[in-house]
Each structure stands twice: as C-alpha cells, then as structure tokens.
C-alpha cells in the first residue's frame, strides 16, 4: 500500500489536482490500519502540495522567461522522485523527498 500512495500522483498528469487526491484518497482509506502507509502518505503529500506552490510560482515567473524552462524541471524532478519514493516503499523504506515544505507533521 506504500507503492501506491505515490504511484498514485501519477493520476495528476491525467486529472486536474490527482497528484494531490490519488496519494491523499490512498492514505485516508489507509492511514489508521498501517502506520508504513500513514507516514509514506504524509511525505507524498508534503511533496504534492509543495510540488503544487513550485509549480504556481513557476507559472508567474513565466512572464519572464524563466518559468517555462522551470515548468519542465520540476516535472522531471517530480517524475523521477516519485518513481524513486515508490521502489524505496518496495523495500519498506518510507522516502524523504528534498524540496518538499512539512504540512502534514508526523504524528506522535
């Protein structure tokens, strides 16, 4: 169930906000019965949302330019963690992804 909190954000490049409600749906249904899941959803949803303000300030910047040249790093940079973060779930690893800001805090 790790593995498919995070290959689940790959329903963004489908469905407008599925890289946010895959892993999020995931993990709700999950969250209480396995605590792998809980925490592996909790850093894929950190990544997410921070990947969603990346991408946001991305989109201004491209009025200068730099944006689009910004846009296309962070996707790579998104596919390439994810697909990362779900062969360490494989392992039994719960990933850290870098660039991500800490909304979701671990529980106590």
């Known amino acids: 169930m790790g593995i498919a909190v995070h290959v689940a954000s790959f329903a963004g490049y489908l469905i407008p906000f599925?890289?946010?409600?895959?892993?999020?749906?995931?993990w709700l249904m999950k969250r209480d019965e396995l605590?792998?899941?809980?925490?592996?959803g909790r850093n894929c949803l950190n990544f997410k949302i921070s990947m969603f303000i990346w991408v946001m300030i991305s989109f201004v910047?491209?009025?200068?330019?730099?944006?689009?040249?910004?846009?296309?790093?962070l996707a790579v940079v998104d596919i390439v963690l994810t697909i990362i973060a779900a062969m360490k779930a494989s392992e039994g690893v719960c990933y850290k992804y870098p660039?991500?800001?800490?909304?979701?805090k671990p529980r106590n």
């Open 18 to 26: 599925g890289s946010i409600l895959g892993p999020l749906i995931v």
């Open 99 to 104: 660039l991500s800001i800490k909304f979701l």
């Open 61 to 73: 910047l491209m009025f200068v330019g730099i944006g689009f040249i910004l846009i296309g790093l």
């Open 35 to 40: 605590p792998f899941v809980d925490e592996c």
